[in-house]
């Protein structure tokens, strides 16, 4: 047991989820940054070969990225060809967003690094309770994500 933790913490899970989430996202970050990219990188081409091509704005609003931000990214990708980026000929101020056959092969580059992260976390459990695990956190995932927003301090 780690003993920088107090003890009373321990024995709460969001404050356990809220530690193991950023070890794990820094884990997966300093792998996609070996290659120049984000998280927010790979949650957009990952939005992109799954849903298809979106409308630049609802592609941020999907996602929950300030519109801003969701510019420097599709920048971002799209100088590294992993996308596309077509202005609509009806309306200039609409940008699709198609990934590239390129952005598809990253993208099945960054799974295969976000699996590795995964296999190291979860290596002190069993293959069953790694699959109870994953299905209890959807569960719980999806009840969050129906519920109405909370305000967020320090935001």
């Known amino acids: 047991m780690d003993e920088r933790d107090p003890p009373s913490l321990l024995g709460l899970t969001t404050y356990l989820l809220s530690q193991t989430g950023k070890t794990a996202r820094s884990r997966l970050a300093a792998r996609l940054a070996e290659r120049d990219l ?4 790979m949650a957009v081409l990952s939005a ?3 849903f298809g091509p979106h409308v630049q704005r609802e592609l941020a609003s999907r996602l929950g990225i300030d519109r801003s931000d969701m510019v420097k990214i599709v920048d971002d990708l799209a100088v590294a060809d992993l996308v596309d980026r077509a202005r609509d000929t009806t309306d ?3 940008v699709t967003v198609t990934p590239t056959p390129a952005g598809r092969a990253m993208l099945a580059e960054l799974q295969g690094e976000a699996l590795v992260v995964q296999k190291k976390m979860l ?9 109870q ?3 209890l956190l959807r569960r719980v995932h999806a009840h969050v994500q129906e ?6 301090p320090g935001r």
């Open 48 to 50: 992109l070969v799954d």
């Open 123 to 131: 290596a002190p459990l069993s293959r069953s309770e790694q699959t």
């Open 38 to 41: 984000k998280l927010w990188h």
């Open 147 to 152: 519920e109405p927003g909370e305000p967020q």
């Open 133 to 135: 695990l994953s299905m």
């Open 92 to 94: 200039r101020r609409r």
